[in-house]
């Protein structure tokens, strides 16, 4: 296994300490979630517990279902208790990007009705300043090209995530995704104002004190809260 997979499965194992029997549990999506809700469905069955999932993704629900755990839609819930999700950048004061693997609305709908948000990542994740990994906006399909203008007009090097060379990528939703640079920004809750009032954005990876508690996989794990 590669050092930074280690790194991910022990931050994934360990975030199974934040859950007890008869929680709702928001599941996130990418590999290092996937660890973690491999290793929720064979504590929950060795367990007998009562666990029910929320999914951040089709891929997380499919691979929760898959393993026996019951899978509810965000709307079927009366509160989640904690939702563990993976980062793809992450800061000192508990800030990150998100949507790295296109999942970045259903992650930021579940973490916003979540009591509690704990992300695992390895130490890469890990940085002073985001802005390093490319910050993911996902637009309607609908005047995409527009948007896609008007956030090169802001000087963010827009860049359409493809499929293949000819096919755009599409999310859960069917929106698109526009990968934005953002290391030359410093005031990041502004942007974050900005991307929301452009027409045609569902939503950005900017996740700004959402997160409670980070998990890094080191060898011995760091643990960030607020
Ligand atoms: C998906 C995400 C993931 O949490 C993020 O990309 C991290 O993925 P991985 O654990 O595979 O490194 O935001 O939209």
Known sequence: MSHQKEEKARAALKALEEVQDGMVV????????????????????DQNWQITGVAT????????QSLG?????IDEVSAID????????????????KGGGAALLYEKVVALRSKKNVWVVDQSKAHDLLGTFPLPVEVIEFGAQQVYLTLAELNLRPKFRMKNESERAK??????IIDVRIDQVDDK???AKTLKAITGVV???????????????????QTLVK
């Open 82 to 97: 904690v939702t563990i999700d993976g980062a793809d950048e992450v800061d000192p004061e508990l800030n990150g990007i």
């Open 26 to 45: 928001g599941l996130g999506t990418g590999s290092t979630a996937a660890v973690f809700i491999e290793a929720l469905a064979a504590k929950v069955n």
């Open 189 to 191: 809750k502004a942007l």
């Open 171 to 176: 999310t859960d939703s069917g929106h698109n």
């Open 203 to 221: 939503e950005h990876g900017l996740f700004l004190d959402i997160c409670d508690k980070v998990i890094i996989g080191t060898d011995p794990i």
């Open 69 to 73: 755990l019951t899978v509810k839609d």
């Open 57 to 64: 993704s089709k891929r997380s629900a499919e691979l929760a």
